[in-house]
């Protein structure tokens, strides 16, 4: 493998990361957490969201300054001239005078494909639709390894919004280079869709769809828990029928003991109880977290800095 694989590259899929790519940013990122340096003095973040975002915009925005660059963006599309009528290719030539790197996020599926077909500048995705969130895909992973000490052969169950929750997508993915079995627990109508249980029966990975999370045996190593992705519903009485159809208490995971570890990509609504938030598993706030090393990490690679 290359030194640095991903100098000038965009991050737009998880599809576009093999085994040893994402044990190299891993990696990566274990360094980083222990040595940081203003490696990217004199550079500067766009940070495109067109969609809300907590999580992803503030810890890219962290980590741009940590590494002491700077940001420019917006955090609402109705601010900017896309309110007037112009186009997100136009949007993304015109930023690239004024940036070095580019994060975006867009309701759009395949949005950040063609944000980074836009430019020359290196593309990164924050959440396309219902598609991809590969950078939550790294920073669950980093949290998964530095909570079990692998990413190899987890049992891993997934529980909700499996149609339109992309973090799950991108997820799924990439657990299928590491030998994952897992659990595909959700309403009928949130099926993971067919795309990507294709490149399950492809990777040969062992699955088994569910509807209920009782069916899931007592030993997985993980449950990682999604919201009902409201804002992709067509129809709002079909996302009230299945709004409240997992809630996760400490009652609901008792059975799997001490050693589980719980995951969820936040925001959380009423899926997963606060309650849970004293379970020795609970990596959600370590997850968020861990979102600025693992972007600090990648937005060095990207610029050559690392
Ligand atoms: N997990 C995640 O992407 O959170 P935000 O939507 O707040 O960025």
């Given at each position: 493998m290359k030194k640095n694989p991903l100098l000038g590259h965009d991050v737009i899929?998880?599809?576009?990361?093999g085994r040893d790519e994402i044990r190299a940013i891993l990696d990566r990122c274990k360094d980083f957490e222990k040595n940081k340096k203003p490696?990217?003095?004199?550079k500067v973040l766009a940070n495109l969201f067109f969609e809300p975002s907590t999580r992803t915009r503030l810890s890219f925005d962290a980590a741009m300054k940590r590494l002491g660059g700077q940001t420019i963006g917006f955090a609402?599309?109705?601010?900017?001239?896309i309110s007037k009528g112009e186009s997100l290719w136009d949007t993304i030539r015109v930023a690239e005078g004024y940036c070095d790197v580019m994060v975006i996020r867009h309701p759009a599926e395949g949005s950040a494909r063609l944000a980074a077909e836009a430019t020359k500048l290196p593309v990164i995705n924050g959440g396309d639709g219902s598609n991809q969130h590969p950078t939550q895909t790294l920073l669950d992973l980093y949290t998964l390894q530095k909570r079990?000490?692998?990413?190899?052969?987890l049992k891993i169950a997934f529980v909700g919004?499996?149609?339109?929750g992309r973090t799950v997508h991108s997820l799924i993915r990439s657990l299928s280079l590491f030998g994952a079995e897992l659990w595909l627990v959700s309403p009928p109508s949130l099926k993971l869709p067919a795309d990507f249980m294709d490149d399950l029966a492809e990777s040969r990975t062992k699955h088994t769809e569910v509807d209920?999370?009782?069916?899931?045996?007592?030993?997985?190593?993980v449950l990682y828990v999604t919201r009902i992705?409201?804002?992709?519903?067509?129809d709002p009485i079909e996302y009230e029928r299945v709004r409240a159809h997992y809630q996760v208490t400490p009652a609901t995971v008792?059975?799997?003991?001490?050693?589980l570890t719980l995951m969820h990509p936040?925001?959380?609504?009423?899926?997963?109880?606060?309650?849970?938030?004293?379970?020795?598993?609970?990596a959600w706030f370590d997850q968020a977290r861990n979102g600025v090393v693992v972007r600090e990490t990648l937005l060095a690679l990207v610029l050559g800095a690392a």
């Open positions: 899929s998880m599809r576009d990361f490696l990217l003095q004199g609402d599309a109705l601010s900017t001239s079990t000490g692998r990413i190899e052969g919004d499996l149609k339109y209920d999370l009782a069916a899931v045996p007592a030993d997985v190593d992705q409201k804002e992709r519903f067509a008792e059975r799997f003991g001490d050693r936040l925001p959380r609504v009423s899926e997963l109880h606060a309650a849970l938030d004293a379970h020795p598993g609970a």
